[in-house]
């Protein structure tokens, strides 16, 4: 890559002090260059592995969330037949009472 001092100058859009060669300038140019890349790479990794954490938190939670809902099916049905079977007994204990004389009284 072989450019005049002024063409490098245009195209860096600055001059960089020390810079006593066409050479050195195109060098330097590199190098910021080679940082700027280097750093996008690093941020896009970083971005990548937040949102992988992020997707997988939420797949998580999403998981948790299903067993919580299947144990809450589970207890409203356990719930349910107790509840019936509850009152199928006061059931049995009325109609016990009431044929033994229990409700009977004058």
Not at 9 to 38: F, M, W
């Amino acid at each position: 890559m072989s450019c005049s001092w002024l063409d490098c100058y245009q195209k860096c859009g600055r001059l960089i002090v020390g810079a006593a060669k066409p050479q050195d300038l195109e060098d330097n140019e590199l190098i910021s260059i080679a940082h700027r890349l280097t750093t996008l790479e690093m941020k896009e990794l970083n971005e990548r592995q937040r949102a992988e954490h992020a997707s997988h938190m939420y797949e998580q939670q999403k998981s948790l969330f299903r067993q919580l809902e299947d144990r809450n099916f589970e207890l409203e049905h356990k719930f349910a037949e107790v509840k019936t079977g509850f009152f199928r007994s006061v059931g049995w204990l009325v109609r016990w009472l009431e044929l033994n004389g229990a409700f009977n009284t004058i």
